[in-house]
T-cell receptor, first 119, second 112 residues
Framework: GAGVSQSPSNKVTEKGKDVELRCDPI?????LYWYRQSLGQGLEFLIY????????KSGLPSDRFSAERTGGSVSTLTIQRTQQEDSAVYLC?????????????????FGPGTRLTVL | QKEVEQNSGPLSVPEGAIASLNCTYS??????FFWYRQYSGKSPELIMF????GDKEDGRFTAQLNKASQYVSLLIRDSQPSDSATYLC????????????FGKGTSLLVTP
């Protein structure tokens, strides 16, 4: 079946502009995660959705970042008034708990990412 | 911030040898442990996951978990040049809200 898809694959924007990044998870996956990976850095957790709700927004770096998920499927990450330090690859992952598995055992599958460059 | 530590490498091994990649974590409440492979410019690809102490084998890959020592490793047998990539250790559990807490990765180079 289809994997996680993200769009656009690349986005170049000017400092101060708003951007929207889209994630389409694997069909049927209930959980959706956003991460970002800056050059030479590890993956940094941003936000997690279970269904349409976001119980964990602790990773969002500032109030310029927001995300929503509708219909338990597609998610959009919005960055307002972009700054150069926002330049990174933004990765989305989706998962669904393994049947009968313990909480926290679900496996996350990543999309190809959106490379954001803020000039 | 709960820490996941990996040696950045590069770890260089000859083709056909065993590559050993190590990871330590600080959160004793961690429950699930994952190894991802990431080729340059690509997104992470899941290799293996392990939940219980001991070894778990899948083809040429073996994951080893020791919760008492807070240590997880990945062995790659019969290493191939195509295994050259960055290997990311990721840990999750109730204290992280089940988001993956990643190490910075170990770069592996398999030389022909």
């Amino acid at each position: 079946g289809a994997g996680v898809s993200q769009s656009p694959s690349n986005k170049v924007t000017e400092k101060g502009k708003d951007v929207e990044l889209r994630c389409d998870p694997i069909s049927g996956h209930t959980a959706l995660y956003w991460y970002r990976q800056s050059l030479g850095q590890g993956l940094e957790f941003l936000i997690y959705f279970q269904g349409n709700s976001a119980p964990d927004k602790s990773g969002l770096p500032s109030d310029r970042f927001s995300a929503e998920r509708t219909g338990g499927s597609v998610s959009t990450l919005t960055i307002q008034r972009t700054q150069q330090e926002d330049s990174a690859v933004y990765l989305c992952a989706s998962s669904t708990p393994i049947s009968g598995g313990a909480v926290g055992t679900d496996t996350q599958y990543f999309g190809p990412g959106t490379r954001l460059t803020v000039l | 911030q709960k820490e996941v530590e990996q040696n950045s490498g590069p770890l260089s091994v000859p083709e056909g040898a065993i590559a050993s990649l190590n990871c330590t974590y600080s959160d004793r409440g961690s429950q699930s442990f994952f190894w991802y492979r990431q080729y340059s410019g690509k997104s992470p690809e899941l290799i293996m996951f392990i939940y219980s102490n001991g070894d778990k084998e899948d083809g040429r890959f073996t994951a080893q978990l020791n919760k008492a020592s807070q240590y997880v490793s990945l062995l790659i047998r019969d290493s191939q040049p195509s295994d050259s990539a960055t290997y990311l250790c990721a840990v999750t559990g109730p204290n992280s809200g089940y988001a993956l807490n990643f190490g910075k990765g170990t770069s592996l180079l398999v030389t022909p």
